[in-house]
Structure formats: C-alpha cells, structure tokens
C-alpha cells in the first residue's frame, strides 16, 4: 500500500510561478525524501528531510515536515521550464530503532509553461 | 563515479516467459533496492538486498524474484510473465541502510 500520498495529481503553472506540492503519510518515519522523475526516466534525489527537523532548504527548494499532522510539503520557487516533471515523496518507515524500505507515493505531475 | 546501470534498458516478452533484468550499482554502494512502476499502481517497492541478503520484500508473487551477488550486482527474475507485468522496472542503490536512493534509468518490460 502507499506510505505517502501527494497532492496535488498534477499542477500547471507559468514560468517564474511558485510551485507547492503536498505530501500525507500515515506511520512514523525516520525521514522524508523528495524525487523528481522526468518522463520514463529514472528518479532523481532532490532532498531529504529528518523526522527532527522542520524545514530545509536547497537552492529553489524548500521543503517543510510536521510530523504532528503527518505531513510534509516541497516548494520550488521562481520555476522553469525545465522543472516539468513528476515529483514523489518517499518515506522511510520507522520500524522501532531499524529502518525500512522507501515508501513513495503516486506523485505529483507539475507542467510549468514557458 | 559511473551510476547506476540496468540491462537491457527495453524488451518485449510474451505471456508465460520468464526475464532477467541486472542492475550495477554505484561503486562502494551495498544496498540495492528495486521497484516496478506502472501508470495504475504508481512505484511499488519490490525487495531490497543489503550484503547479499534480502532485508526486505514487497507484496508481490512469488513470482518476482531476486538475489545480490557479492560485488553487489543485482538481478531480478519475474517468471511466467503476464500481461499486468508490463512496467518500468527500477533498481537504485544507497551506500548504507538509510539516505538517499540512486536510480538508474529503468528497463522497460513490455509483455505481450
């Protein structure tokens, strides 16, 4: 079953727009990833955030987590063209001190016109 | 460093035959983890392998196997194919048990 679950399915946006993608999970974690995949290709890592902290930051990204509401969200500001793509949270699950595998939702397809 | 390598990158199998897909991962990563992608179920975890040895499985048929080798290539078998096999299938590897995941590019199984 999915871990996470995004929100938006799909965000079209105007270059330049801001970007914001939300994330829901439903068991504690140990951290909160976000990946990007440009169509049919392999995911990329954008940027990790622990259950210990609540915001982070990387470039024109932000990301936040609160672990209270079980949610998580990823900001990319000043877009572009070339940020079309599908982009998926992933957690990994807090098995009580081990670490399981990455759990990634369906993620969200943003389409950012020039 | 090179990245994550998976063969064949596309193939075209008929129902009831059985595939092979290899993943090389990045030099110095022991961990190796692989998913099936699909438009309906989105990326669905399959097993990950640490050091030769199955850490963890997802919910598929026992026909999805895997196994590690000991230079930590990874091979994954899907026997008696059936048409609902049809995805990208993606391998990625991290350094250790935790952080961040590297993925190669896919191989895409189409099953006619």
């Known amino acids: 079953s999915q871990q996470g679950e995004e929100d938006p399915q799909a965000l079209s946006i105007q270059e330049g727009e801001n970007a914001t993608m939300n994330c829901s999970y439903k068991?504690?974690?140990?951290?909160l990833q976000w990946y990007r995949q440009n169509s049919g290709r392999g995911l990329v890592h954008l940027i990790l955030?622990?259950?210990?902290?609540r915001e982070k930051h990387s470039g024109r990204l932000r990301v936040t987590l609160d672990t209270s509401k079980k949610s998580s969200s990823l900001l990319i500001t000043a877009s572009r063209a070339a940020d079309t793509a599908s982009y998926f949270c992933?957690?990994?699950?807090?098995?009580?001190?081990?670490?399981?595998?990455?759990?990634f939702g369906k993620g969200t397809k943003l389409s950012v016109k020039p | 460093k090179a990245g994550v390598t998976q063969t064949p990158r596309y193939l075209i199998k008929t129902r009831g035959q059985q595939v092979t897909l290899s993943c090389s991962p990045i030099?110095?990563?022991?961990?190796v983890s692989w998913y099936q992608q699909t438009p309906g179920q989105g990326l669905q975890f399959l097993f990950e392998?640490?050091?030769?040895?199955?850490?963890n499985k997802g919910n598929f048929p026992g026909r999805f196997s895997g196994r590690q080798f000991s230079n930590s290539r990874s091979e994954m078998n899907v026997s008696t194919l059936e048409l609902g096999d049809s995805a990208l299938y993606l391998c990625?590897?991290?350094?250790?048990?935790?952080?961040?995941?590297?993925f190669g590019e896919g191989s895409r199984l189409t099953v006619l």
């Open positions: 990625a590897s991290r350094a250790g048990q935790t952080g961040e995941l590297f």
């Open positions: 068991t504690s974690i140990n951290n």
């Open positions: 955030i622990r259950s210990n902290e």
């Open positions: 992933a957690t990994d699950r807090d098995y009580g001190g081990s670490q399981g595998n990455l759990i």
């Open positions: 030099s110095g990563h022991r961990s």
């Open positions: 392998y640490f050091s030769e040895t199955q850490r």
